[in-house]
Antibody
């Protein structure tokens, strides 16, 4: 069974930093492109960024609002995805989800999310 | 990027009625990688449909998806009380993933 479990959320002041983790199991993590998606309170879903596999160069791509402040990385030995968030802004307050696709079926897997609150 | 437009914004229906939700893409969705989600307050999105028409694990057969290219539909054949929620479509065939703005299905 595929499982994605996010952690690391919490309350942080504007300008602060936070690192989120996503522990993956039930599939070959090293073969999967991974994504982060967020949802601000009362708003819709927003793609944050993506990281490819090591074989595809671990290339990353980011949404414009977070580019230059957020960094996605992965540790295939630990089956874990990370989101390093620096210079946090109030508008980064959201539930952050990690997600991936089963490339053979097109099935989309999501975690349960972790809440990040940026407030003074 | 692919822009998804959902309609209507709100659907007011009674239990037992049929719900038809639309999702239109600004360009063809690659590989028909179009998903539908249900979301209730305080909960993560729940995958209902993937690849436009395949039901996710454990999803009742009153939920069905159809369409291809740029026009997609989610149909709930007979609304149950637990179906009143917000529904999102998502395309994941090209980067960045994009989402519709949501359709709220409310009790009339």
């Amino acid at each position: 069974e595929v499982q994605l479990v996010e952690s690391g959320g919490g309350l942080v002041k504007p300008g602060g930093s936070l690192r989120l983790s996503c522990a993956a199991s039930g599939f070959t993590f090293s073969n999967a492109w991974m994504r982060w998606v967020r949802q601000a309170p009362g708003k819709g879903l927003e793609w944050v960024g993506r990281i490819k596999t090591k074989g595809d160069g671990e290339t990353t791509d980011y949404a414009a609002p977070v580019r230059g402040r957020f960094t996605i990385s992965r540790d295939d030995s630990k089956n874990t995805l990370y989101l390093q968030m620096n210079n946090l802004k109030i508008e980064d307050t959201a539930v952050y989800y990690c997600a991936t696709i089963d490339g053979s079926t097109g099935y989309v897997y999501w975690g349960q999310g972790t809440l990040v609150t940026v407030s003074s | 990027e692919v822009v998804l437009t959902q309609s209507p914004g709100t659907l007011s229906l009674s239990p037992g009625e049929r719900a038809t939700l639309s999702c239109r893409a600004s360009q063809s969705v690659s590989s028909n990688y179009l998903a539908w989600y249900q979301q209730k307050p305080g909960q993560a999105p729940r995958l209902l449909i993937y690849v436009a028409s395949s039901r996710a694990t454990g999803i009742p057969d009153r939920f069905s998806g159809s369409g291809s290219g740029t026009d997609f539909t989610l149909t709930i054949s007979r609304l149950e009380p637990e179906d009143f929620a917000v529904y999102y479509c998502q395309q994941y065939g090209s980067s960045p993933w994009t989402f519709g703005q949501g359709t709220k299905v409310e009790i009339k």
